[in-house]
């Protein structure tokens, strides 16, 4: 079976802003991949001025909210780490283990790889030379974290494009269709950082398991 491999562009964030990020990637992945019968729900983001779609499962909705706070901890208790959330879709296979047994097999054909470098701003930041222009410390603070959002709005909607391009061009190694349920193929979401022997190197696992993927980054 082929397997897909999507390595999404490396997004720059603050602490504050994880969860929003995972929650709009997260979701818009599933969205394309559900592939049953949905309930589709357009969720407007509080920090960015973009609106993504959830599928309309309940379930999908708690596991990915289980899953970002999983990393949210992970995060705080490794600071300056780049980490990476995987979301994999896949199939079960009966196989013959013996004349008299058979066992099941599981088959991924997609991976989506996110990948998320957390700013980490320790306590009490060094103060500029007395010899640098005078500068309102809160003003200037405030412009920069204004042009850093921007940088960031602009860097997440190439991901959600990126996503809808793969989805668009990548659908022979979709297996095919057994229900009619929202969610169609199981699926996991894994967690690793920079820190991690599984890190980077995770993919290279996947691909020795089910075949050489593709790449589209």
């Known amino acids: 079976m082929n397997c897909e491999v999507c390595q999404l562009k490396e997004l720059d964030v603050e602490h504050f802003e994880i969860r929003e990020v995972l929650r709009c990637i997260l979701h818009t992945i599933m969205f394309h991949r ?100 005078v500068v309102d410390p809160g003003e200037s ?23 809808i391009k793969f989805v668009n061009e990548k659908k022979d190694h979709i297996p095919a269709i057994s229900n009619l349920e929202c969610v169609t193929f199981p699926y996991e979401i894994t967690i690793s950082s920079s820190s991690d022997s599984t890190f980077g190197m995770d993919v290279i696992r996947r691909m020795l398991q089910t075949g050489h993927p593709t790449m589209l980054s």
């Open 141 to 163: 603070a405030s412009e920069e974290r204004s042009a850093r959002r921007t940088v960031l709005e602009s860097s997440l909607r190439e991901v959600m494009f990126q996503i």
């Open 34 to 133: 559900a592939l049953g019968l949905l309930r589709p729900k357009d969720v407007d983001l509080e920090l960015f001025d973009i609106t993504y779609t959830q599928c309309g499962d309940v379930e999908v909705e708690k596991k990915i909210e289980e899953k970002i706070t999983l990393f949210i901890d992970r995060v705080e208790k490794h600071p300056n780490r780049k980490n990476q959330i995987c979301l994999s879709f896949c199939e079960f296979k009966n196989k013959q283990a013996s004349w008299f047994t058979t066992k099941v097999e599981r088959f991924y054909w997609e991976h989506w790889y996110i990948n998320l470098n957390v700013a980490h701003h320790p306590k009490g930041h060094p103060g500029k030379s007395h010899l640098s222009k």
